[in-house]
């Protein structure tokens, strides 16, 4: 075997020998010219030897050390750089992904829910009892998939850091309400008792979206674990500063075992005697989705007891005790039509008042804004008017409430301020915007066209449908022809820009993920126009929009919706609000 020595060894025993040269010339010196030194030979040795031990062995030795620990830091920081350039690139194609199974998945679902809708309305003709239940597994299992896709989503937002929320005091009894009517429908099967225990003036500050998300998952459970003739009660209670909430049934129990691993991800409770229910997913979602939310959620449960899931929440602002005027008016029954005043000047509320009245119209007064939601809601008028700058709530926040919630959404309502921002008040959704002073024969002519376009006079030009998925596209026509509508449609950008350029339709429902132009450039081109700016557009998307895109949205769009979800309903109901029921419809 061939020795080799290093160059560091060559250098070391060079240095070593060249100073131990130049101790012995030192020393022959000294020794010749007979100079005194305090040292004897025996020192200088052992300083000598000393010396070949620091240069020849300690100081080879130390940098081999040095260079090894160099080299394997360069290594493991070459290995954590590649490691970061891997996740990153996993992550970006983790994203795509997502974004890709957003749209190839949904979309397609989309139309297979929405078809066989459109089949078990028997728009095609009668269908007999097997088709009907066919049909009625269709539907089924395309909902089970579309809430299996979302809960993925879902989880893999939260696991990524991606899941944007935007938090605001809610009312509590509220949004139970909400939770409640959605359910009530899965527990009326099971003759289950679905009740609520909360004061009306208990409110958190949560996102509303994800806090009712949170509900739905925990009550749907209750409603899928608790036998025929169950109860399941909602509570909430303010301990200290945060609101308690519980969902509690008297269902079978979860086991102790089973507890501590229920919040994992993909685990799966299993039924005494059955088989396993659901994904796994709804309850790690729920835990996050609360603790995003600044809470914690916990769970009581024995066996045969029945089981009490219970997290906290922030709480929010204090809401005081609704005013009587629309309350009174919400219990009186009357042939004249109804308009809610809403609005915290009561000089402004009595000239309004006495405007309306004089006109053989019923007004009724909201003075406090946050009640403002459950007084139209009550009430059911036939128009309302409101102001923009109140506090603590102010009227933008208003009109978003009226417009997105179910039992609201469908009335006019009339925005009366000083406030000079028409086209933002259309895009959330005003269907007359005035600004103050606002003299008797413009109240009066908004309040008329508002009524009227209600009971309605159909559209005069036809309806243009914009999406480049040719079985969503034919389902958005089939569905508003069988409401009586005039539809026209455009499988991509350049078609529907043509289209419009060549005749203004009466609304635009418009798909933003399109080929050749998107939807996003076709919305700005459309409101940058002055020929095509007042036109309502509606969009449906199944694009995961970012917190920008759907600002952006809410200001130039008259309505968004979200293919992921249930939209067929809604966007019937603001259609009619935006453009009129059609006469066939009405005929």
Not at 60 to 74: A, D, F, G
Not at 155 to 183: T, Y
Not at 282 to 309: H, M, N, R, W, Y
Not at 354 to 381: K, M, V
Request: proline share 4%.
């Amino acid at each position: 075997m061939k020795f080799t020595i290093s160059r560091k060894v060559r250098v070391g025993i060079c240095v070593t020998l060249w100073t131990a040269a130049l101790w012995i010339c030192a020393y022959d010196y000294l020794i010749t010219h007979k100079v005194q030194v305090n040292i004897t030979s025996k020192y200088f040795g052992a300083i000598f030897i000393l010396m070949i031990v620091i240069i020849f062995v300690m100081l080879p030795v130390y940098s081999i050390v040095v260079t090894h620990e160099i080299r394997k830091r360069r290594r493991v920081e070459k290995a954590l750089t590649e490691a970061k350039d891997v996740a990153e690139r996993a992550s970006k194609f983790k994203d795509e992904f997502l974004s890709t199974m957003s749209h190839e998945l949904r979309t397609p679902l989309n139309a297979v829910l929405g078809f066989s809708d459109l089949l078990a309305d028997k728009r095609c003709g009668e269908l007999n009892e097997r088709q009907q239940r066919y049909v009625s597994h269709i539907t089924v299992g395309g909902k089970h998939l579309l809430r299996l896709i979302n809960d993925i989503l879902d989880l893999s937002k939260i696991e990524a850091g991606r899941l944007e929320l935007s938090c605001e005091d809610l009312s509590v009894a509220n949004i139970f309400g909400e939770v409640m009517s959605a359910l009530r429908p899965l527990a009326d099967k099971k003759a289950q008792a679905l009740s609520s225990n909360v004061d009306r003036s208990v409110t958190v500050h949560a996102d509303p979206t994800r806090f009712k998300q949170v509900l739905m998952n925990l009550v749907g459970n209750a409603i899928k674990f608790t036998p025929q003739n169950g109860h399941i009660e909602l509570e909430a209670q303010q301990v200290e500063n945060q609101i308690e909430l519980k969902v509690r049934d008297d269902g079978p129990g979860i086991p102790p075992e089973e507890q501590r691993r229920i919040f994992e991800a993909f685990y799966r409770l299993r039924k005494s005697g059955e088989g396993v229910e659901g994904t796994g997913l709804g309850l790690a979602i729920t835990d996050s989705l609360v603790k995003l939310q600044g809470g914690t959620l916990g769970l009581e449960s024995a066996p045969g007891k029945g089981s009490c899931f219970y997290f906290s929440l922030p709480i929010g602002s204090g809401v005081p005790e609704p005013s009587k005027s629309w309350a009174e008016g919400a219990r009186k029954a009357s042939g004249r039509a109804k308009i809610l005043i809403i609005e915290d000047d009561r000089t402004a509320i009595h000239l309004i008042e006495s405007q309306l009245t004089s006109s053989g119209y019923e007004a009724y007064s909201c003075n406090e804004p946050e009640h403002a939601l459950q007084a139209a809601a009550e009430l059911q008028p036939q128009a309302i008017t409101l102001d923009l700058l109140m506090k603590p709530t102010s009227g933008w926040e208003i009109l978003l409430q009226l417009k997105n919630d179910a039992r609201t959404a469908n009335i006019p309502v009339i925005v009366v301020s000083v406030v000079d921002h028409a086209s933002m008040g259309a895009a959330i959704g005003a269907d007359e915007y005035l600004v103050k002073p606002v003299d008797r024969k413009t109240l009066l002519g908004a309040v008329e066209r508002c009524i009227a376009r209600r009971e309605g006079l159909g559209p005069a030009a036809p309806i243009l449908v914009v999406d480049d998925d040719v079985a969503t596209r034919e389902m958005i026509v089939e569905l508003l022809s069988g409401k009586g509508y005039a539809v026209n449609s455009a499988i991509d950008g350049l078609a529907a820009r043509a289209q419009v350029a060549a005749s203004l339709p009466e609304l635009v429902i418009l798909d933003l993920m399109l080929p050749k132009v998107s939807g996003f450039e076709l919305l700005a081109e459309w409101r940058a126009n002055s020929r095509t700016s007042a036109i309502p557009i509606f969009v449906l998307t199944s694009k995961d929009l970012t917190k920008q895109e759907k600002s952006y949205l809410q200001e130039h769009a008259q309505s968004l919706f979200l293919k992921q979800e249930s939209w067929q309903e809604g966007l019937v109901k603001q259609l009619q609000r935006a453009v009129g029921k059609p006469q066939v419809a009405k005929a």
